[in-house]
């Protein structure tokens, strides 16, 4: 059983650790841009926008560099599944607001704010947690299987991530 839990840990921590260094590497490859959508979110002051947005940018390559580091999945499954609700209370404020032409900045595909958005970054914080379950403790050969694992799920994250952005634009167009 806990070498299962382990596996689950493993797994959870190396698709976690996909997801954000995605996210980092979109944000500093056009820092410019991404402190344009932290902007249009007008959740902290003008002045601010810069600093928080640095924050955030090094906020997300901690909780890959903690995932890398033995014995560091603990903290870089708690900054990750802080980081994943914080973004989504910041996308129901601006919803709430009647603001859902904002561009989530979250990475990868263009989407417009949404509920979906919020739904789904509750269910990646759920699995960012699960990294939490077990001290990850494996072998070479369940190493493998849960990097290949996280990859896997990863990639399959990445597919629906561009078909619901597809969704939402094709929406936004009628």
Known sequence: MSELTSLLAGTAGA????????AAWHKLSDFTEFTGFVADYELVPER??????????AAETLVVLAF???GGAPVGALVAAALLLAYAGGMAINLNRGRDRIECGCGGAAQPLSWSLIA??????????TALLAPIALDLEGAIAAIGAG???WLGFVAVEQLLANAALFSLKR
Not at 48 to 57: D, K, M, N, T
């Open 15 to 22: 698709f976690t650790a996909l997801l954000f260094a995605r």
């Open 120 to 129: 789904r970054n509750g269910v990646l914080a759920l699995f960012a947690a």
């Open 68 to 70: 890398l580091v033995p």
């Open 151 to 153: 990859f896997t799920l």
């Open 48 to 57: 601010l926008v810069r600093p928080v947005s640095a924050v955030i940018v």
